[in-house]
Each structure stands twice: as structure tokens, then as C-alpha cells.
């Protein structure tokens, strides 16, 4: 067998199919409150069901646990709960909380070189914009200057993906954790491409609602299967480098924490199109392939005896 396969000799289909049809029926169920209130992601409910539906994943694994139990013994080596081998594992870390935070932050940089966006960093018009949003904004900017709060974005980023990871665990623990090891039999790319698409569909309940690809939800939801195969690659590679799914939680907490900061930096003027720019968008996997090629280059993928 291949150094990139899996111990396993054949993919364990039925459990495969109980994590993701639990995960995907709860996150559907999740999203039916969004969907019943017209008003989609914009509705208060979002606020409580969006981070909910982050956990369905982790249902699904627990699903395979109590129905199948063999497919997933002993569950901490076998879903990575582990630290891995420190101090090995810390350069994998690093690159989870601050490379992949770095890759979303140049995204849309990339989009302005590109001709499909532009920039403010001058007077930071977007994030004034968000800010203005907000209720009780004024109170809030007689109290503390704009340069201010500018700081304060930026110095969140330091603490964000580790507060975001508490959530991200939940779908690290089903993509990562479970259902990569599952797939391995295939060998590492197409486990690397099967598990990215299905984390993609995953989103599709929100994605059609006009989550993440407001203008083109239809579209959004190929959008997001491209997008999760490729930021997929890095987590699974952080994931079978290490045996731990815990970079990978930590890069899936830098990923949403660091999400937003397109709009830190993009003129207000305009209107953003996440088809093309933000790290959603074809401009913003650019950067993110050429690490993903960087990688191979340096023959660290596929990950020689995976652990």
C-alpha cells in the first residue's frame, strides 16, 4: 500500500454516511428558523443558531460512536484529540493561529492588484462604515477615537482564533478528525478533495440563504465547495502532520476571526462582490494554492507517513 494511504484497507462507508447524514439533517434543521423568518442570516436568531450549527459535526462523530463504536476505537488517537509530539508540533500551530490569518488578511490586497476591488487605508472608510452600523455608535466614538478602534481590530486578531476555536472545534472534530482518516483509503488528494467538497455542502442550508455569497446564493454553493477543498488541503495537512486536529481547530478559528477584516480595508463605497474578492473569492484563493503548491515543492505533501 502507498506511503499516502491509510492503515485501513477499504473506506467504512456506513459510518461515513451516519456522521454526515446526522450533521448535515441538524444543520438543515438548524437553519429552518432562518429560513421561516424571511430574513435569513440577517435575522438575531443567526447570532445563536450560526455557532450551533458549527457542532453538528461533532454530533455526527458522537453519532458513530454510540451506533458504531468500532469505527471510531480509541477515539482520541483515531479522531486526533490528542496534542501531538511537542515541541514538533508547534511550527504548525503558528502557521494555523498567524499563516492563515496572514493568507486572509492579503486577500483582499490581492483583489485590488487584481483590478476587482479598491482599497482604502487611508481613512479606513469600510471599517468607519461597520462602525456607524452599529447601535449606539455615536456614544461610542465620543469615547474612543477611530485611530482607537482601529487598534483594537488589529489587536484582536492576536486572541480571536483561540476564542473562535471553541466553535470550530465542533466541525474540526467531524472534517479533520473523522471523516479525513475515513477517506485516507482513497489516498491523501482524493481524501483531501472528497472531504473539502462535503464541508462545503455542508454549508449549503445557509449558503442558499445568502450566507457568505449574498449575491450569487445559487452559485455560493459551488463557490463553497471550491473554496472548503482548498483551505481543506491546509487543515488536512496540518492535521495528518501532526496526528492532532488542534492546529487545524486553532486555523479554522484564525479563518472566521479573520474573515471580516476585508471590509476593514475596502473603500465603503463600494459593493462587495465575495465571488471575486475577500478570501471567499477566486482572487482570494490565490494565495492560499501557491502555499498549497509551496508545500508540494518542498515534497511536505502529500504528508509522508501520516500520523
Known amino acids: 500500500m502507498p506511503k499516502e494511504a491509510a492503515d485501513s484497507k477499504s473506506v467504512d462507508a456506513r459510518a461515513i454516511c451516519l456522521f454526515y447524514g446526522v450533521a448535515f439533517v441538524l444543520n438543515w434543521l438548524l437553519t429552518l428558523p432562518l429560513w421561516i423568518s424571511g430574513e435569513g442570516p440577517h435575522t438575531s436568531l443567526a447570532l445563536w443558531l450560526l455557532p450551533l450549527m458549527m457542532l453538528t459535526p461533532a454530533i455526527g462523530v ?15 488517537t483515531v479522531t486526533g484529540l490528542g496534542l501531538g509530539q511537542w515541541p514538533k508540533c508547534l511550527s504548525y500551530w503558528l502557521f494555523g493561529w498567524f499563516g492563515i490569518s496572514a493568507l486572509v488578511l492579503a486577500a483582499p490586497f490581492v483583489g485590488a492588484l487584481l483590478g476587482e476591488c479598491t482599497l482604502d487605508l487611508r481613512h479606513f472608510s469600510g471599517l468607519r462604515q461597520l462602525v456607524r452600523q452599529q447601535p449606539g455608535s455615536e456614544l461610542l466614538l465620543e469615547k474612543v477615537s477611530f485611530h482607537t478602534l482601529l487598534v483594537i481590530q488589529f489587536a484582536q486578531l492576536l486572541i480571536a482564533p483561540g476564542i473562535n476555536a471553541v466553535f470550530a472545534f465542533g466541525e474540526e472534530w467531524g472534517w479533520r478528525g473523522f471523516l479525513l482518516p475515513k477517506l ?27 450566507y457568505n455569497y449574498p449575491l450569487h446564493p445559487q452559485l455560493g454553493v459551488l463557490l463553497m465547495m471550491i473554496f472548503c477543498v482548498i483551505m481543506g488541503v491546509l487543515f488536512s495537512w ?22 471580516g477584516f476585508s471590509y476593514v480595508f475596502v473603500n465603503a463605497e463600494q ?10 473569492g477566486w482572487t482570494g484563493w490565490i494565495l492560499p ?5 509551496l508545500l508540494i515543492v518542498l515534497k511536505r505533501l502529500p504528508v509522508h507517513e501520516p500520523r
Do not use: E, Y
Open 62 to 76: 458522537l453519532a458513530v460512536w454510540i451506533f458504531l463504536p468500532h469505527s471510531v476505537q480509541p477515539i482520541i
Open 238 to 259: 496540518m492535521r495528518l502532520a501532526t496526528g492532532s486536529i488542534w492546529p487545524a481547530v486553532v486555523g479554522h478559528g484564525a479563518l472566521n476571526a479573520a474573515g
Open 184 to 210: 485516507l483509503p482513497l489516498g491523501q488528494w482524493p481524501a483531501f478533495g472528497l472531504s473539502g467538497a462535503l464541508w462545503g455542502l455542508w454549508h449549503m442550508p445557509v449558503i442558499l440563504l445568502g
Open 271 to 280: 459593493t462587495i462582490d465575495t465571488a471575486h474578492v475577500t478570501i471567499l
Open 289 to 293: 494554492i501557491l502555499t498549497i503548491c
